[in-house]
Nanobody
């Protein structure tokens, strides 16, 4: 059974930083972070392999501002978010992707039906 537990959300002003954590139980492989603002579709913002070589992936919207990382055992996945903007506001979800679709240079950053999800953590960025 896969269990993902996020923490670290909060409220910051534009230009600030937040660090999100995801504790991983029962999964190893392709993992990522998604976000969803009210009235919008859930979209991926970062992905990483938690086993083997630590390759990371980002959509253009967050490149240079967000950094995903993991601990050596792959049991903790971190999302460091810098230079936050109001449009980064939303609920952030940790995701495990058994299809590995998310961990690809061609990723469309959309949620997959077989993904596992955490409960989400709120991030609010004010202008």
């Amino acid at each position: 059974q896969v269990r993902l537990v996020e923490s670290g959300g909060g409220s910051v002003q534009a230009g600030g930083s937040l660090r999100l954590s995801c504790v991983v139980d029962g999964f190893g492989g392709c993992m990522g972070w998604f976000r969803q603002a009210p009235g919008t579709k859930r979209e991926g913002v970062a992905a990483i392999w938690t086993t083997g070589r630590e390759r990371t992936y980002y959509p253009d919207s967050v490149k240079g501002r967000f950094t995903i990382s993991r601990d050596n055992d792959g049991l903790l996945v971190i999302l460091q978010m810098n230079n936050l903007k109001p449009e980064d506001t939303g609920i952030y979800y940790c995701a495990a992707d058994p299809t590995t679709y998310l961990c690809s240079d061609d990723s469309a950053w959309s949620p997959g039906q077989r993904m596992y999800w955490g409960q989400g953590t709120q991030v609010t960025v004010s202008s």
